[in-house]
């Protein structure tokens, strides 16, 4: 079932430039995603890339935004803000306009420098955000003026809650379709909300995970066209498996490419149903007959400071520390699963620098909204769950909202208030990868959805303001 809403012929007019890079890094490279892996990578799969979409109000690039996505895990902000540099310096673009997204993917180079999420590059790291940058520009040179249509499929079947069996997901899949006055699709911008972690960490090929295949999936059905795909709000959300199987090395036999190619194709599928729908409308009437109205392309942002739990009292501390070193005693003695050890190792490296003094009481984190006509791209940061994308869905209705997960910035996981009384990875271990003193407070879900529907609303003033 497709969501169309809006003026049944309505259809909106924009400047679109669009181009893609590769970012796929050396073999021996770290991978990042999975403490389990603790091995280098040995070979690609597919190569991993950079895709960015740039809007315009006229080739002229008036009010120009960019959305830049990479095949990789995340990114700090200090890389964001490196590709926002120099991507102002080579287009003119404003770095404020410039979102920066990941989709994710396990299968990905370690690409943070802080944290113990695989030893990071630098070298490599600052290329990919040379990369990012000279794509962003030359999406920039190629703006053409396009028609844009807004649809909404489903899919149901992929996206599975791991903290409880049945438990809430996203199945929206949002779609942006580009087309030319003819009909033909010069690009689509395309969003789901699941983890990309299909292959798991016995994988040490480079790939993209499903989202490579609902890229090339829909790349194939329109020739010439250009598939940006952006990971929705999953923090919680993958497609079967438990945030821990893969510690366990459960569930390897079906964690395979076969598995990313059928989910990916499940989306795209999706994908391509709603996009169809919205094509339909211009069907109906001859091409000279088609209103299109001008779309404003506006830009808002904001710092929201997202507030830690208290750290544990030193004595809590303390009777963890001799239990995880009384568990590596016993690890020594016997065989033990990939990554168990180095598991162990994480936390204590986190409890000397918590018995030390932790400095952070808080870390800033950036919310952004990219508004292009009558639909926004609210862009979210870090591992947000699915909650929160879709109570930001539903309070900004009737504005049509793509809500973004992984963007602008890494503070990792950020769960919702349900789910602290049942604890589990997100709420009582994720926080030690990323070298944070304990768990983002539940009010920190709930300041960055508050701040994503002001700025909802403050873009779609403006737009409605310039529109007049």
Known sequence: MTENRGTEYEAQGVYLGTAHGVITPPVGSDLSGFIARTEPMTGVHDDLCVRAMVWAEDAALTNAAALVTLDVVDVEARSVAAIRDRIAALTGIPGEAVGVTCTHTHGGPATMATGRLGRCDIDYLDGVCQTAAETAAAAARSVASVVMRWAVGSEPTVGKNRRIPGGIIDPAVPVL???RLDGTVVALLVSYGCHPVTLGPNNRLA??????????????????????????????????HT???????????????????????????AA???????????????????PVLPAR????????????????????????????????????????????????????????????????????????????GNVSLVLLPGESFVEFGLEIKE?????????????????????????????????????RYYGHPTCFAPEAGEAIVETAIDLVAEVSLATDAATR
């Open 177 to 179: 379709r580009y087309q």
């Open 207 to 240: 790939t993209a995970d499903y989202p490579g295949y609902v890229r090339r999936t829909l790349e194939a059905v329109y020739p010439g066209a250009a598939a940006q795909f952006v990971t929705g709000c999953c923090g919680q959300v993958n497609n079967g």
């Open 243 to 269: 945030a821990r199987d893969g510690d366990h090395g459960q569930g390897m036999h079906w964690r395979t490419f076969g598995e990313a190619e059928r989910i990916g194709r499940a989306v795209a599928g």
């Open 272 to 290: 391509l149903q709603a996009a169809e729908q919205a094509a339909r409308l211009d069907a109906a009437l001859p091409v000279t007959d088609v």
């Open 297 to 372: 392309v506006r830009t808002a942002r904001r710092i929201v400071r997202l507030p830690f739990l208290p750290p544990p009292e030193q004595a809590e501390l303390a009777r963890l520390v001799d239990g995880w070193r009384t568990e590596a005693e016993a690890m020594a003695r016997r065989a033990r699963l990939p990554g168990e050890f180095e598991r162990l190792q994480v936390f204590l490296a986190w409890a000397e620098e918590v018995r030390a003094g932790h400095p952070a009481g808080a870390v800033d984190a950036e919310v952004m909204v990219l508004a292009i």
């Open 395 to 431: 309070r900004s209705a009737p504005r049509r909202v793509m809500t973004l997960a992984y963007a602008n910035g890494r503070p990792g996981y950020i769960p919702h208030r349900s789910a602290y009384p049942a604890g589990g990875y997100e709420v009582e271990e994720a926080y």
